[in-house]
């Protein structure tokens, strides 16, 4: 009983954490353009608005910064299949790229990058991301 009650704690606690990621832009230092993640739930492509506000911040940040290019690193975790989580990843990279252009942003000046599977059989969320890179 007393376990279930400290998992069920520190399932609440990786929520919490995840809405205050995606609610921000991670820091980065003077000389690097900010990473922009965008977190998916497992199994899926959708954007919650959550995530399509993170895509438009970084949208606005690349017109205001002159960005010269975006990359899309789409991610998905070791959940699955290999080849799922591939086609995963490729679906989720196309759907940012998609709002990314839906944001102003000229899809010729975005490269993705569908990494796949990663981690270990782990379903976190940090597994099931997709990083916006800005490119000076």
């Known amino acids: 009983m007393v376990s279930c009650l400290w998992r069920l704690i520190f399932l609440l606690s990786m929520f919490a954490a995840v809405g205050a990621a995606n609610a921000q ?13 965008v ?16 895509i438009a911040d970084a949208a606005k940040r690349a017109k205001e910064t002159g960005a010269k290019g975006i990359v899309v690193q789409a991610r998905a975790s070791a959940t699955g299949t290999a080849e799922t989580n591939k086609y995963l990843a490729q679906t989720r990279s196309s759907i940012v790229t998609d709002q990314l252009e839906e944001d ?11 990494i796949g599977q990663t981690g270990s059989s782990d379903p976190t969320v940090y597994n099931r991301r997709v990083d916006i890179i800005l490119q000076r």
């Open 39 to 54: 977190y998916f739930d497992e199994f899926s492509a959708n954007l919650s608005a959550e995530a399509k506000s993170v």
């Open 104 to 114: 102003g942003i000229a899809r010729t000046l975005i490269r993705q990058e569908p």
């Open 25 to 37: 832009t991670p820091t980065t230092s003077n000389s690097e353009l900010p990473r922009f993640l």
